[in-house]
């Protein structure tokens, strides 16, 4: 992996080199992103879609050609199925507006696991209030992965929807969610999956695993902030109702009756981010240039290099030790608080994440304030990690 592709990387906090380790928050950009920010600006902003001018048009060519990228990405059958928004949150919050307001009804089930994010939780919550229905989740077993025998259970001819993380931001560990899509399946339940912290890691095939829906953000895939994707199968978007209101996804608006445009523009009312979508499909092309091989390989085994190291400290508690995990590790110094570990890293130049992680069920299932989560990008090397242990022995004697 060239690391000298992150600009980022060479910058010094309190005067020692960085160290970042908080990939699951945000992944650094290489410079083909970050040309590609200026580039778009320099030479085609125009706005897209609506204009007969030149740079209109390059501007629209290039938005729909991201489109099909991030559609190359996930192997989706079309890039109709492809629609952009602000990120994960946005794509979930649509999804459960706009397939609440088609199939939701008083007393439905939605259903989650105790591991989501509260990006998963919350748009569900907000649909069972609009609508009398509840939300059930799926309980965790000790070792803190999803029982799956009680998911089984859960399920029932009021079920409308399952929505379940590919991986935990918190714990890492890789859910089952071919399982978890067949089993939905057979009982006819579309299964949405939270995507935000697989799409960094792993390949996904969408039709492979023949999700309905999926979510994910470009700037955890080292692509800019404020862009993201809900992908959904056509027939599924095609009965689905608009879930925001505007310019661009309309065929004709009269004050009497207005019909709405075609896939996917259905979903997209207002300006959408096509600086941002341009330097996205630079992102993902710079990942398929690296190779999916040589990076699920690189950070598996950096996984477990780090796993390894930080078991070897007495004091440390690693949460969902030797799981099948990607790119995230939690843990704890015991009788000290995450917090102080965090400010006494950050000291050393050492980017990592404490607290609730925006999974407070979770957190609260665990009984703990919060984790300390070091989350790797296909950057991160070995190197990382020793400066890691170093920095952490280092706190821990000053804490303990
Ligand atoms: N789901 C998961 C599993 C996440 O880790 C995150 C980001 N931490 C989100 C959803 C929300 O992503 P965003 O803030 O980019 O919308």
Redesign the pocket.
Known sequence: MNRDDFPILQERVYNCPLVYLDN???AQKPKQVLDALQYAYTHFNANIHRGVHHLSQVATQHHEESRQAVADFLRARSSNEIVFT???????NMLAQSYGEAFVREGDEIVVTTM??H??IVPWQLLCHRKGAVLKVIPLNDNLTLDMQAFSAILSQKTKIVSV?H???VLGIINPIEDIIRIAHERGIPVCI?A??SAPHLPIDVQHLDCDFL?L?A??IYGPTGL?VLYGKEEWLNQLPPAEGGGEMIEHVSFEKTTYNTLPYKFEAGTPDFIGSFAFAEALHYLQDTGWEKIVEHERELGKYAERRLASLPDVEIYAQGAAKAGVISFNVRGVHPYDVGVLLDRQGIAVRTGH??AEPLINHLGIPGTIRASFGLYNDEGDIDRLLVALERAIGMLK
Do not use: F, I, P, Y
């Not at 602000?86 to 979930?92: D, P, S, Y």
């Open positions: 699951a928050a945000t602000k990120g994960t949150t946005n794509a979930l989501e994010h990006s998963n993380a991986v935990s931001n939270d935000a912290q979510a953000s700037h955890k993201g992680h925006c």
